[in-house]
């Protein structure tokens, strides 16, 4: 990859170590440890979204920096600490658990807008 970004050169540029480490723990996280919440998903939409979102990472990292591709994840994960820790609690969903199931079904459809 590259040692510097392109749009800022004088910042360091993400590695493809950084980049294969996110994608190996996001793979763990999301097929293993969170499987609970998107069971209803079909496993090849899954890989592709798992796919899509570290390449868009990656090019963060390769056009702004290291600092932007650490940011964004950081940004993710404070997003996903809310809905799971604070909107789903709110709303009679378990943020763990994703229970009652039907409960939560009904409130991600009305997070994307579908009803």
């Not at 799971?84 to 969903?93: A, N």
């Amino acid at each position: 990859m590259f040692d510097n970004s392109i749009l800022f050169p004088s910042l360091p540029a993400v590695s493809l170590t950084e980049t294969l480490i996110v994608l190996t723990i996001a793979s763990i996280a999301y097929f293993v440890v969170f499987n609970k919440f998107e069971k209803h998903v079909p496993i090849r939409r899954r890989i592709i979204k798992l796919v899509i979102l570290v390449g868009v990472l990656a090019v963060i990292g390769t056009l702004f920096s290291r600092f932007a591709f650490w940011s964004a994840i950081a940004l993710m994960t404070i997003g996903q600490i809310y809905v799971h820790g604070v909107y789903f609690p709110k709303h009679g969903v378990n943020g763990w658990t994703a229970e009652p199931y039907d409960k939560y079904l009904a409130l991600t459809e009305r997070m994307k807008g579908k009803k």
